[in-house]
Each structure stands twice: as structure tokens, then as C-alpha cells.
């Protein structure tokens, strides 16, 4: 039988909000232990210093036990602040857990944010070298594989210029490059498809399937679904810090998308996982028939309006706003984007608070269950950017009078017909 190279024993792992755990220099520590220590004494009631712990505390990761054999492919999948991150900080050895052991076999190799470790004074060509002996390489090793690394990141003609000067997209070519290249027994790797251009991701994947072809283990961090079921051989489905789920990833996914679907986020005041300024921010999504009825479940085919309230801190008029929503499948990942734009519907100038809705004549969509992203633009400036705002699920309708629907493909043609011709 084989042994696992990935062994996890009742991970935890808690963190005190608000704290911040910075650099500090050994006089820093020093001083600050000192007025610790006079703060203490000079305390005549203890009592009042006593402070609930449990107040301001959160667990990222909450027991949490698994195995991995060599040569697995698992992704590990769930929502923002679910403790996928976590989890692969501590495999990787930069987050002690707070309770719980990890045993790795084999040289570990890791992506986990974009860049990190490089030193934006540096060149392209000096920051290979640097987080390269980071990750384990001896130097002999980068300067075997360093034509290999460049020419894969693509950035020849950037080797020689300073990192700072680089975009977020080149780093992260020039992180991952070095990472891949390093040939681990185990690679870790958190969303490195969520920046770069579509080449790039594919030229990502090709080598991640290398690695997994080699026989190496990956533990591949994603919110790209169709990425993780083509690639992986099983999922972890991660919830409120615990393992929900551990088998096969396409159920995986199955499972992550009937949890959102039971709990769809229509109030979307309160959600802290988006991007943007913030300085105007979606409050609340509605799905309505076009009679204006609100609606739960949808008909393929069905004319559907998605009504987004909204509220911003400007104090006068938005202009040149851009609003868009898109929809995505587990397996296939996005399937069509609408924006304001596109259709040439810029909106030109609309009250600083107020209420926008996007209207689809005919939802095309086969039976099955769909993401709903939503996004805001004001000016030049991305003020909201909500992904998985709600799930919905599509129901089979008869769209085209004859009692079926196409048996394959996922996206449906309001109308076509077949005919014959004559020679």
C-alpha cells in the first residue's frame, strides 16, 4: 500500500482580529516587553485587565485530518475566508498551526501569492536566483534551468529590469515560472490562474498536468471549476475552516455548488469577499419574471430581470457607469458576461443611490445549477466586483415546442431551424 507523502492531523489554526504580527527589530521586542512588564505592575485591579479571548478570535482551520499519496492531484475548493489559503500556508511552513501536526515527505515546492519573496529593487534576472534558493534551489540548479524559466514566463526582454517596475500579471508569470521549474515532489499553488492573460493560464495548466504526469503531487488552490475537474483527481471541499467533503472532485464540486445554492446571497450588503473602492457597492440582487414577480427557481428559455440596488458615498450623480453580470458553470466555467457596454448601453449619469436591472430575453441555459457574478464600474475606477453574488438553479422547460432540449452543449439557441434544399 502506499505510504502518503501528505499527512494532516487535526489541523487548527486561530487568528486574534484586529492583531497585526509585523517585523520587529530585537530592540523593538525588547523595549516592548519592558513597558509590558511596568503596565502590569502598576495595575492595582488585575480583574480589569482580563479580556474574553474568545471575543476576538477566529479559527481559519478547525481540526482538520487529511492524507495524500504521491502522485495526487487534489483541488482544493470553497469560498473566500473558507481556510483554503491557510491550509497551504501551513503545508508549506509559513504558518505554524495552533494545534495539530503535518508530515511531509519529499522537497516542497510552493505558489502562494504573487511575487512573493522578490525584491522590487531587484532585476527579473536577480530575483530568479533569489527565490529560487527561497524555494530550495541551489544555484547551480537556477543556472541550469534559468533560460528554461525566463523563456517560460516570456519576459526576455524584462530580465534585466528592476521587479518594481513590473505589473502584478509579470510577476506572477515570473513567480510561477520558478516555482514550476523547481521540480518538487510536492507542489503547492493558490490561484495562479487568477491573474495573467488566457495563454498564460493555459501554458499553466499544460505544466502543472506535467508535473501531475511525472507522478509528483499537486495540491492546486482554484476558484476556475472546469480547471480543477479536467486536472484533478480528487477534491477537498472546505467550510468554515472544516473539511466537509473528501472524495471524488467532481462531486466535490457537486457538493460546493448545492451548499451555495441552499444559501443564495441575495442580501449583498454584508459580503466581505469583493473587490473594489467600495465607493458605491451592491446591496441587493432580485431575480424577477417579466411580469415583475420575484422568482426561486428558473425555465430555461424564461425572460429573466436581475434587479441590483445599490448605494454609494458620492454625494452627487454617477457617471459613466458600467454594470455588468455574468454566469458560470462548475464544469465549463463562464458562460456569457453581459455589460452595459457591450449592448451600448452605457448609463451616462444615474442617481448616487438607486436600482439597476439587466433584462435576458431568454435565459439560454440547459437544466443545471449556475454561479451569478456581479460588477460595477464608475468612470475608469472598479467600485464593486461580487463573485458568486447567488446560485440559481435551471429547470427544463419546453423552449422549442417539441418536448426535448439539445443533448448536448450547455448553451441554448432561443430558435433555429432545418431545412432542405434542393440540388
Same mark, same amino acid.
Given at each position: ?22 517585523? &520587529? ?23 480589569? =485587565? ?9 479559527? =481559519? ?20 475566508? =473558507? ?180 444559501? +443564495? ?62 454566469? $458560470? ?9 453581459? $455589460? ?31 454561479? &451569478? ?6 468612470? +475608469? ?7 458568486? =453574488? ?7 422547460? $419546453? ?25
Amino acid at each position: 500500500m502506499t505510504e502518503p507523502v501528505i499527512k494532516a492531523e487535526n489541523l487548527s489554526k486561530q487568528y486574534r482580529l484586529g492583531a497585526t504580527q509585523g517585523y &520587529k527589530t530585537f530592540r523593538e521586542a525588547i523595549a516592548n516587553a519592558t513597558k509590558a512588564l511596568f503596565r502590569n505592575f502598576g495595575k492595582s485591579n488585575p480583574q480589569s =485587565a482580563i479580556r474574553n479571548p474568545q471575543s476576538d478570535t477566529i479559527w =481559519a482551520l478547525k481540526d482538520v485530518s487529511f492524507e495524500v499519496k504521491q502522485g495526487e492531484v487534489i483541488g482544493i475548493i470553497g469560498r473566500n475566508g =473558507a481556510g483554503k489559503s491557510t491550509l497551504l500556508k501551513i503545508l508549506s511552513k509559513i504558518t505554524k498551526p495552533t494545534s495539530g501536526r503535518v508530515e511531509l515527505k519529499g522537497r516542497v515546492g510552493s505558489l502562494l501569492e504573487v511575487g512573493t519573496g522578490f525584491h522590487p529593487e531587484l532585476t527579473g534576472h536577480e530575483n530568479i536566483y533569489l527565490y529560487g534558493a527561497i524555494l530550495g534551489m541551489d544555484r547551480w540548479e537556477v543556472t541550469r534551468k534559468f533560460d528554461e524559466i525566463v523563456a517560460f514566463a516570456g519576459l526576455e526582454k524584462f530580465v534585466d529590469t528592476p521587479v518594481k517596475r513590473y505589473s502584478s500579471g509579470m510577476c506572477m508569470r515570473l513567480a510561477f515560472a520558478v516555482a514550476a521549474h523547481l521540480e518538487p515532489e510536492i507542489l503547492l499553488v493558490d490561484e495562479v490562474l487568477a491573474v495573467g492573460d488566457v495563454a498564460f493560464q493555459k501554458k499553466c495548466l499544460g505544466k502543472m498536468g506535467n508535473i501531475a504526469e511525472e507522478g509528483r503531487t499537486v495540491l492546486f488552490v482554484s476558484h476556475n471549476m472546469g480547471a480543477l475537474s479536467a486536472m484533478c483527481q480528487k477534491g477537498l471541499l472546505i467550510e468554515q475552516g472544516q473539511i466537509v467533503y473528501n472524495g471524488e472532485v467532481k462531486s466535490a464540486i457537486e457538493q460546493y455548488f448545492k451548499r451555495l445554492e441552499s444559501r +443564495s446571497h441575495l442580501e449583498l450588503s454584508k459580503r466581505q469577499d469583493r473587490k473594489g473602492s467600495g465607493a458605491c457597492r451592491f446591496t441587493r440582487l432580485t431575480f424577477e419574471d417579466e411580469s415583475g414577480q420575484p422568482l426561486n427557481t428558473f425555465r430555461s428559455g424564461q425572460s429573466v430581470r436581475v434587479v441590483l440596488d445599490y448605494e454609494s458615498n458620492y454625494n452627487s450623480n454617477l457617471h459613466a457607469v458600467k454594470a455588468a453580470i455574468s454566469i $458560470d458553470h462548475h464544469l465549463y466555467g463562464e458562460i456569457f458576461y453581459c $455589460d452595459s457596454l457591450t449592448t451600448g448601453d452605457l448609463i451616462h449619469e444615474i442617481p448616487s443611490n438607486g436600482r439597476l436591472v439587466c433584462t435576458v430575453d431568454s435565459l439560454p441555459l440547459i437544466p443545471g445549477s449556475y454561479s &451569478k457574478s456581479v460588477f460595477l464600474k464608475v468612470g +475608469s475606477q472598479i467600485v464593486d466586483w461580487i463573485t458568486g =453574488a447567488a446560485t440559481i438553479s435551471v429547470e427544463e422547460d $419546453d423552449l422549442y415546442g417539441t418536448g426535448k432540449l439539445p443533448t448536448r452543449g450547455i448553451v441554448l439557441l432561443p430558435s433555429y431551424s432545418w431545412s432542405t434544399v434542393e440540388n
